[in-house]
């Protein structure tokens, strides 16, 4: 059996705060790769990617550097399921592969775990690429109100994003750890904390949710 760094999927819902979590694992130098930075790297200007994207739905997706006006294909994909369908037949492979080389550069390094964080992480497949499963969860009400703040759309979109994701129910039912982030930052650390402790002794099991 292979020994090698295992990888843990961290998801949850839209403005659950996987990011944040992320970053307070580097205070144990934890590697991480974002599938959603990987995800704008699909759709820079001049990729194959964004080319499809305007040829379907036309230069008004463009700002005026050329970059992907992201606010406005979000609004077309979560009003109609079968352009979302189209966009992640476009984009998902291109992520998928993307996420597999960095992740198998870190399955080859000194870390003791690391991390994938991923808001598709269970809808796109890319379980398979992880270990395990670390779900953050917070209310739904406390969703759309951070989705509003910080995405700028209203009530009805950010309800509209929701409903196009997996059910916190069906998360939740899939996870291997929870990570509750709807208090304050020490909640947040101690939890941390705790499951720092709990990566660090991982036997380097084959994937099991394969």
Same mark, same amino acid.
Not at 148 to 163: H, K, W
Not at 172 to 199: F, G
């Given at each position: 059996m292979t020994q090698n760094t295992p990888i843990i999927g961290v998801t949850g819902g839209i403005a659950s705060g996987k990011s944040t979590v992320a970053r307070s694992f580097e205070r144990y130098n934890i590697p991480w790769v974002d599938a959603d930075d990987v995800a704008r790297e699909v759709v820079a200007p001049g990729s194959p990617a964004l080319a499809a994207?305007?040829? !379907? +739905? %036309?230069?008004?997706?463009?700002?005026?550097?050329?970059?992907? @006006? !992201?606010?406005?294909? $979000?609004?077309?994909?979560f009003a109609d399921v079968h352009e979302r369908q189209w966009l992640e037949s476009v984009t998902h492979p291109q992520i998928r592969q993307r996420?597999?080389? *960095?992740?198998? #550069?870190?399955?080859?390094? *000194?870390?003791? +775990?690391?991390?994938?964080?991923?808001?598709?992480? &269970?809808?796109? %497949?890319q379980v398979d690429?992880? /270990? !395990? =499963?670390?779900?953050i969860d917070v209310p739904e009400a406390m969703q759309v109100a951070r989705?509003? *703040? !910080? /995405?700028?759309?209203?009530? #009805? %979109?950010? $309800?509209?994003? &929701?409903?196009a994701q997996m059910s916190?129910?069906? $998360?939740?039912? @899939? #996870?291997?750890?929870?990570?509750?982030?709807?208090? /304050?930052?020490?909640?947040? /650390? #101690?939890? =941390?904390?705790? &499951?720092?402790? @709990? +990566?660090?002794?991982?036997?380097?099991?084959?994937? @099991?949710? $394969?």
């Open positions: 994207i305007v040829k !379907r +739905y %036309g230069s008004n997706m463009l700002d005026a550097q050329g970059m992907l @006006k !992201r606010s406005a294909l $979000r609004n077309v994909v996420l597999t080389k *960095q992740l198998n #550069a870190f399955r080859c390094s *000194q870390a003791p +775990y690391a991390l994938l964080v991923s808001p598709l992480l &269970l809808e796109s %497949g690429l992880v /270990d !395990r =499963i670390l779900v989705t509003v *703040q !910080r /995405d700028g759309v209203n009530e #009805a %979109g950010a $309800r509209a994003i &929701l409903a916190r129910e069906q $998360r939740l039912e @899939k #996870a291997d750890e929870v990570l509750d982030n709807s208090r /304050d930052q020490e909640s947040l /650390d #101690a939890q =941390i904390d705790m &499951l720092n402790l @709990k +990566y660090r002794q991982l036997d380097c099991l084959p994937n @099991k949710h $394969r």
